[in-house]
């Protein structure tokens, strides 16, 4: 059994589990208001970044992890299209140019557990950002009752999460975790076991910062931005405290604090 800290596994794997659609015609249309170029942060394995590179958008993916990237670059060669693939970290980069849309899609920004890095984060935004640009990010709204189970797990019994067929062809792989939630951090520790054909194989560990709605509206406010729409779902309903997703499109208020 192989004990691992990444939130991958592998490309692979990734997209096996990562196989959601319903995002990409919301980032599509907000490109077609906003403008081109689009930078993707935390691009991955180029789940979204290649589909909108089909559809005409000027878009570059930026992400940490070179195995992600490499696998993202095969996929785009064998859809067909030229992207600009970049590694870096998304709280410390610099490409010497502006946006007028910076995507950072599904979660990854939660994976910043400290204060300084969201710090760090939107301070690079706000310099890669043109003057009438748009950031826009999701992250899910938080469940108080999951919280609460994972504040009061004291039980070894895993909850299910996915099951998919393995990449490779090798069977069956099943996921399972356990979680705890600190609540003096807002810190979801998250631990993720890989059963492939009922053989435990992998565990992965780590860790999420939770951002209630309030959280979030004042980190942007304070590090420079404006919050202008929050949605409650990709389908553009309004946000509200039954919403099981925070989607965020904020602009430049002024100079970065």
Not at 8 to 32: N, P, R, S, T, V
Not at 125 to 145: A, C, M, T, V, Y
Not at 187 to 192: K, S
Request: aromatic content about 10%; overall charge negative; some cysteine.
């Amino acid at each position: 059994m192989e004990e691992i800290e990444s939130p991958y596994l592998d490309g692979k794997h990734y997209d096996a589990m990562h196989q959601m659609e319903e995002d990409i015609e919301f980032y599509q249309k907000c490109i077609e208001q906003y403008g081109d170029p689009t930078l993707e942060l935390a691009c991955g394995t180029g789940r979204l970044t290649i589909q909108l590179a089909e559809e005409g958008v000027d878009i570059i993916g930026l992400d940490l992890s070179e195995s992600m990237l490499k696998r993202a670059r095969k996929k785009a060669v064998k859809k067909g299209v030229d992207i600009d693939l970049i590694e870096g970290d998304m709280r410390d980069f610099s490409l010497d140019r502006t946006f007028n849309t910076i995507l950072l899609p599904f979660n990854s920004i939660l994976r910043l557990t400290e204060l300084e890095e969201y710090e760090s984060l939107f301070s690079n935004i706000h310099k890669h950002l043109s003057q009438e640009g748009r950031f826009i990010f999701e992250i899910f709204n938080p469940d108080l009752e999951i919280l609460i189970d994972a504040l009061e797990e004291t039980s070894d019994e895993e909850a299910e999460v996915i099951e998919y067929d393995d990449p490779y062809g090798n069977g069956k792989v099943r996921v399972t975790e356990k979680t705890d939630y600190d609540p003096t951090t807002h810190i979801l520790h998250m631990d993720w076991y890989y059963y492939i054909n009922g053989e435990l194989e992998v565990v992965k560990n780590w860790n999420l910062r939770i951002l209630f709605p309030k959280e979030i509206d004042a980190m942007l406010k304070y590090n420079g931005f404006e919050l202008e729409k929050k949605y409650g779902s990709f389908d553009r309903s309004e946000f509200s405290k039954d919403s099981d997703t925070q989607i965020i499109i904020c602009k430049k208020k002024g100079e970065c604090f």
